[in-house]
């Protein structure tokens, strides 16, 4: 099934959080919070300003982005857990290839 989003909205996939901290400890599951790092899976075509012109959302798919701990509505699409919130929700997009350079 494919899935459009309406408006300024995006459908995100959590980014599942680590196994084990920086010591080496493993996590268990009851104990991890859910991630608020996600991927943009489809996104709408954008809201509209008070005169109707259509103003397009900056994000794309492909795009990993930062959210609030309650932002979005899950819905589950084809057995997949899925967030959909409004672009207003997502905090930052994260620039994975400048972290990349950086450790190089």
Known sequence: M????LHDRV???RIDAEEKT???IIIP???K???SQGEIVAVGPGGRDE???LIPIDLKVGDRVLFGKWSGTEVKIDGQELLIMKESDIMGVLDVTASKKKAA
């Open 22 to 24: 920086a010591g080496g």
């Open 51 to 53: 005169a109707g012109k």
């Open 2 to 5: 494919s899935f459009r989003p």
């Open 29 to 31: 599951d009851t104990a």
């Open 11 to 13: 459908v995100v996939k």
């Open 33 to 35: 919070e859910k991630p």
